[in-house]
């Protein structure tokens, strides 16, 4: 039986999948026969679980600011916490992942750019994926349990939404919200992890990232609209269609609000972050605006870069934070 059973896509592709670099290290580095499970995971598409940390990284560099540059904690981000949230990323997008591929399998099949992962290509059984989507979790359970008790807690409770998204596109225009809800949860976990409960700029900042990923996940998402159109795929993208380039300026500008408020309302009550924080914010607003003024919903390969981009913002956010605690530190009120 051959390895590929879904058109000339797969004759060009081999047994890489149509959307991963050519030069990333899975090919490079890991033995062939491991490929398919590095391609359920999406190792070869690391993009994803760099979105899924921003969250997590800003949460953590932010949270320790509510204290205040007079306390005796340095108010930077704990360094452990970034190690776990890290490999906490990377192990759960690649369990997320693996999951959306099993349900998705059928619909994956029908879609150019989707057609050559491991299950609709044949190169990993349901079998294969079902037993690597426990390693995966296990890894992110045992990362899980270092932090404390309701940081646990609520790391479960995100379970419910990530296991609903794959259906979401079958059912409403907005699985994106669905993915922007799964997706965010680390901006939650960040502030949990330092202080075991949630305060109000945590929630804030929740929020904005849910509007970001909503943003940066319709972008993606024109990527397919045609043939999720064929097989009756729903999207934001497809829901938006040209008035995509006004509804992403909006949801990045809820975003950008949303920080902002969340960075005001600590300073506010009395301690939070200085003014690189909001510098880094405005920086961050300027990398949104080169998205949208490139933005061209007809042009896949420039879509997929851009949603790319959303990388450059995450490190922008989240250096204009820690910047911010080592101001406060050098420069105490």
């Given amino acids: 039986m051959p390895l590929h059973k879904t058109g000339p896509i797969d004759v060009l592709f081999g047994e890489r999948v149509a959307d991963a670099p050519s030069g990333n290290f899975v090919y490079r580095v890991l033995p062939r026969r491991l490929w398919p499970f590095a391609q359920l995971a999406r190792w070869d598409r690391p993009i994803g679980w760099q979105l899924l940390l921003w969250p997590c990284w800003w949460s953590a560099a932010l949270s320790p600011q509510a204290i205040g540059p007079s306390a005796v904690a340095t108010g930077l981000p704990d360094a452990w916490h970034l190690l776990l949230f890290l490999v906490g990323a990377i ?17 994956d099949a029908k879609v150019a750019r989707t057609r050559s992962r491991p299950l609709p290509s044949g190169r990993a059984t349901r079998g294969q994926a079902k037993i690597f989507i426990v390693l995966q979790a296990l890894v992110g359970f045992l990362v899980l349990i270092q932090f404390n008790l309701f940081a646990v807690l609520l790391g479960i409770g995100s379970l419910a939404i990530v296991a609903a998204y794959p259906f979401l596109k079958r059912v409403t225009d907005w699985p994106q919200l669905g993915l922007g809800l799964a997706f965010s949860w680390g901006a939650l976990m960040g502030w949990a992890a330092e202080w075991g409960r949630l305060e109000w700029p945590a929630v804030l900042l929740y929020a904005g990232s849910v509007l970001w990923t909503i943003g940066y996940d319709t972008i993606y998402a024109h990527q397919d609209k045609e043939d999720d159109a064929l097989v009756g795929v729903r999207s934001t993208a497809r ?39 909001y510098a880094g914010l405005a920086a961050g607003a300027g990398q949104m605006f080169w998205q949208i003024r490139h933005l061209r919903i007809d042009d896949p390969e420039g879509c997929l870069r851009l949603f790319r981009s959303n990388n450059r913002f995450g ?13 406060s530190l050098s420069f105490p009120l």
């Fill in 239 to 277: 829901l938006f269609g040209e008035g995509t380039r006004l509804a992403v300026a909006l949801l990045y500008g809820g975003t950008l609000a949303f920080f902002a408020l969340a960075c005001a309302l600590m300073n506010m009550a009395g301690d939070g972050p200085a003014w690189p924080a």
């Fill in 315 to 327: 490190w922008i956010v989240f250096s204009g934070f820690v910047v911010s605690a080592l101001w």
């Fill in 91 to 107: 192990a759960m997008r690649g369990a997320g992942c693996t999951y959306n591929d099993l349900v998705d399998e059928g619909i």
